[in-house]
């Protein structure tokens, strides 16, 4: 998870009410469904002595929300009578989490965020296409549409058959220009890390040349979608699912091995166990904060984000005069925030020393 965005967390005010839901809105009766984890959410709070404002500011916030198109989940992070971060999350998380603490708790967001980053939806044929954009809030969909309309082609040879021909080619290649323009800016705008590109096959494939070579190495062709009237869009959305799914995946991969070859050289940028991890933070060391299963570890805080250790001595030598104990789970990753760190959350790949392990960014 890239945490660049959360910055701000670090600079409110806690308490934080940290609320991880499932939003879904797939069934005839979301809505009450909704209503019954909203009643849930704020019997919750109240049971851990959260503030009025602070509740108040969580249920405004979810029932305020635009519904998410079929199954979704939600986190919302509040302090102080106001929402701090209120993030969409492709897939619901597996349990309704509700914390009330002085510090916010991240993870079920860092496990569900990544497993949808902002990526675009492209539907084309010779006229246009529909560029759906998938970033932190509701996919916002635009049609795209060139000047000109490809004519027809026409039946019999010669001069005027292949003059038709040569104009229709021609209004085809400048439409797919319009669109693949389109294209590379949407994917600036919401710092795409995958692009789909479904629709008619000699449009897509025409399309896929038109692109930068930056987008395309993030392009992949599908064959589904349409851009016909009444057309489903549910074999698209299930391959983008899987494309998406297969993408979490494999960075998954690709962090856990990066771990193990890091820490089996000497000086190698991985270290394991809160020791060395709270070590890593307090120097703003770490690239990547990896967590497992830290269980109800805890470390000691002070009054700065990242100021995190294990044992209340490392925080007094800086001059912590009272530091608090916190649970790991929460102080960790929140130190991670401060100091820029990305955070991934792992699961069997790695078996890492007290749940949590750290890519440095230098030896």
């Keep these: 998870m890239d945490t660049s965005t959360m910055r ?9 009410a940290s609320v991880h839901f499932d939003s879904s809105h797939n069934t005839e009766d979301a809505a009450k469904q909704l209503e019954i984890r909203v009643k849930e959410i704020e019997a919750a709070l109240s049971d851990q002595q959260a503030d009025a404002e602070t509740v108040h500011a969580v249920l405004r916030a979810i029932r305020d929300g635009e519904p998410p198109v079929g199954k979704a989940g939600r986190s919302i992070v509040a302090a102080r009578g106001s929402v701090v971060l209120d993030q969409r999350l492709a897939a619901p998380p597996p349990e ?13 967001l860092a496990t569900h965020v990544d497993e949808a980053p902002s990526h ?8 246009g296409a529909e560029v759906t954009v998938h970033g932190d809030g509701r996919p916002h969909t635009e049609t795209v549409e060139g000047a000109d309309q490809p004519g027809h082609q026409v039946r019999g040879g010669g001069s005027a058959h292949h003059d038709v021909q040569n104009r229709a080619e021609e209004s085809t290649r400048q439409n797919l220009e319009e669109v693949a323009r389109h294209v590379t800016k949407a994917v600036e705008r919401s710092h795409a890390k995958l692009v789909v590109l479904g629709g008619e096959v000699q449009s897509r494939s025409a399309l896929h040349g038109l692109l930068p070579e930056a987008v395309r190495r993030i392009t992949t062709e599908v064959d589904t979608g349409s851009r016909a009237q009444g057309a489903s869009h549910e074999e698209l959305d299930r391959r983008v699912h899987e494309l998406l799914a297969n993408r979490h995946l494999a960075d998954l991969d690709d962090v856990a091995e990066t771990f193990r070859a890091e820490s ?31 269980g109800d570890t805890s470390v000691f805080t002070g009054p700065e984000p990242a100021q995190v250790a ?8 800086l001059g912590v005069s009272d530091p608090e104990q916190r649970r790991a789970d929460e102080a960790i990753p929140f130190a991670a925030v401060a100091t820029g760190a990305a955070v991934v959350v792992l699961d069997e790949r790695l078996d890492l020393w007290e749940g949590f392990g750290a890519l440095l960014r230098h030896s």
Excluded: M
């Excluded at 701000?8 to 934080?16: E, H, N, R, S, Y």
């Excluded at 989490?97 to 993870?107: G, K, N």
């Excluded at 675009?120 to 006229?127: A, E, L």
């Excluded at 190698?268 to 830290?294: D, K, M, Q």
């Design 310 to 317: 294990v044992g209340k001595a490392g925080l007094q030598a």
């Design 96 to 108: 309704q989490i509700v914390r009330y603490s002085a510090l916010p708790y991240l993870l079920p």
């Design 264 to 294: 089996g050289r000497d000086s190698g940028l991985a270290v394991s166990g809160l020791e060395a991890v709270t070590a890593a933070l307090a120097e703003a060391n770490v690239a990547t904060l990896l967590v497992g299963s830290p």
């Design 120 to 127: 675009v939806v492209i539907v084309t044929d010779r006229v």
């Design 8 to 16: 701000g967390l670090t600079v409110a005010d806690g308490p934080f």
